[in-house]
């Protein structure tokens, strides 16, 4: 089985900065993509940011100019630098990693990120 393992959250002040990681362990598997997702308390889970294979990058239009998603070279972990943050941007932060082949999905626990105006 795949673990992802999230990491690097914390209370943040408005406009602080901070860095999410997450790394995928267990079964070897080859991912097509990995991505951030995002859950504030009584709304839908969101997406934040992914990254795919030959370096395609979405952003949520929230987060454009202010968050930036890059990987490692073995595509076994992925970060998150978010900048100028917002108590909108409050939530837990979930990894998802998506295999190649079957297409299966993998999330991790989540991590909270809390911006305190």
């Known amino acids: 089985q795949v673990q992802l393992t999230e990491s690097g959250g914390g209370l943040v002040q408005t406009g602080g900065s901070l860095r999410l990681s997450c790394a995928a362990s267990?079964?070897?598997?080859?991912?097509?993509?990995m991505g951030w997702y995002r859950q504030a308390p009584g709304k839908p889970r969101e997406l934040v940011a992914t990254?795919?294979?030959?370096?395609?990058?979405n952003y949520a239009d929230s987060v454009k100019g202010r968050f930036h998603i890059s990987r490692d070279k073995t595509f076994n972990t992925v970060y998150l630098q978010m900048s100028d943050l917002k108590p909108e941007d409050t939530a837990i932060y979930y990894c998802?990693?998506?295999?190649?082949?079957?297409?299966?999905?993998?999330w991790g626990q989540g991590t909270q990120v809390t911006v305190s105006s």
């Open positions: 998802k990693a998506q295999s190649a082949g079957w297409r299966t999905e993998f």
């Open positions: 267990g079964r070897r598997n080859t991912f097509i993509s």
């Open positions: 990254i795919a294979v030959g370096a395609n990058i």
